[in-house]
């Protein structure tokens, strides 16, 4: 079985640095892209962001570019997000899913992991 | 506001059909297939329906999916309580900023 499981939720500071992970299962995981959606509380879904680690190319969305780093490590099958110095705004769940090898404009996103809680607050 | 245009709310009695359209333009819809996503209350979204029409395994033939020019939709039948979550559209953007797009959700209410 495809399995995405997320670290658990996180409270941080403004200002502070985070990573959360993504650990796959049950699949070639330098094969597929891997990477994050956004989802503030009550609103909609946002694409972050993918890297694709059999290469370890990445591809931002525009409104994410230089405001995260996604990265992933082969060998343990694991995906991060990372934030240098978070702000109140990035208070939010953030979902990682992966998509079918292909043109990162091509696929869909399937499977979902549980998501992460990340509270950003003073 | 989102780049795929989706009506926020929708509803219907047990048993009834109900669709939920998803509009958007060229670089997105018109260039590209559609997804759509369910996000049931309190849970991760769920992949539903890919390539405009097909559905994964799992997926009851209850759901259905199509897309014509710039719009989507996702069609319902045979409404259960069960299916009362969010539903979201997505397709690639082949705009200047290439990007993933979602539609603003639209909350299925089982009356």
């Known amino acids: 079985e495809v399995q995405l499981v997320q670290s658990g939720a996180e409270v941080r500071k403004p200002g502070e640095s985070l990573k959360i992970s993504c650990k796959a299962s049950g699949y070639n995981f330098a094969t597929y892209w891997i990477g994050w959606v956004r989802q503030m509380p009550g609103k909609g879904l946002e694409w972050m962001g993918f890297t694709f680690p059999g290469d370890s190319k990445t591809k931002y969305s525009p409104a994410f570019q230089g405001q995260v780093t996604i990265s992933a490590d082969k060998s343990i099958s694991t995906a991060f997000l990372q934030w240098s110095s978070l702000k109140a705004s990035d208070t939010a769940i953030y979902y990682c899913v992966r998509k079918p090898a292909a043109a990162a404009g091509r696929g869909w996103f399937d499977p979902w992991g549980q998501g992460t809680l990340v509270t950003v607050s003073s | 506001q989102s780049v795929l245009t989706q009506p926020p709310s929708a509803s219907g009695t047990p048993g009834q059909r109900v669709t939920i359209s998803c509009s958007g333009g060229?670089?997105?819809?018109?260039?590209?297939?559609v997804n759509w996503y369910q996000q049931l209350p309190g849970t991760a979204p769920k992949l539903l329906i890919y390539s405009n029409g097909q559905r994964p395994s799992g997926v009851p033939d209850r759901f259905s999916g199509s897309k014509s020019g710039t719009s989507a939709s996702l069609a319902i039948s045979g409404l259960q309580s069960e299916d009362e979550a969010d539903y979201y559209c997505?397709?690639?953007?082949?705009?200047?900023?290439?990007?993933?797009?979602f539609g603003g959700g639209t909350k299925l209410t089982v009356l």
């Open positions: 060229s670089p997105n819809i018109g260039s590209n297939t």
């Open positions: 997505a397709a690639w953007d082949d705009s200047l900023n290439e990007s993933w797009v």
